[in-house]
């Protein structure tokens, strides 16, 4: 059975910081493409950032120079770094891996929430 574990979300003011983690457990083999994505009511869930198992990294455009995405692959963790947040950056935000267990399929998270509000 193939977790994945969210945490570091929460309220902030703008111009903060957040990070997040997500941790992938159970039987895996490798994991290739990580990312984040986001989500707020009524609308699709966009990708924000992803991360390729060799490091190759993409961003949504409007979090490009604020937002790093990074992993330790040792411990099957992605991270992101989120600075110079922006009320427009609140949302449901969620972890997605390629996972490589018994089969091959998208794992996502549970989802954490970050609010971004004075």
């Known amino acids: 059975q193939v977790q994945l574990v969210e945490s570091g979300g929460g309220l902030v003011q703008p111009g903060g910081s957040l990070r997040l983690s997500c941790a992938a457990s159970?039987?895996?083999?490798?994991?290739?493409?990580m990312g984040w994505y986001r989500q707020t009511p009524g609308k699709q869930r966009d990708l924000v950032a992803a991360?390729?198992?060799?490091?190759?990294?993409n961003y949504l455009d409007s979090v490009k120079g604020r937002f790093t995405i990074s992993r330790d692959n040792a411990k099957n963790t992605v991270y992101l770094q989120m600075n110079s947040l922006k009320p427009e950056d609140t949302a449901v935000y969620y972890c997605?891996?390629?996972?490589?267990?018994?089969?091959?399929?998208?794992?996502w998270g549970q989802g954490t929430q970050v609010t971004v509000s004075s």
């Open positions: 997605n891996a390629q996972i490589v267990s018994f089969t091959v399929r998208d794992y």
């Open positions: 159970g039987s895996i083999f490798s994991i290739y493409v």
């Open positions: 991360i390729t198992v060799s490091g190759s990294t």
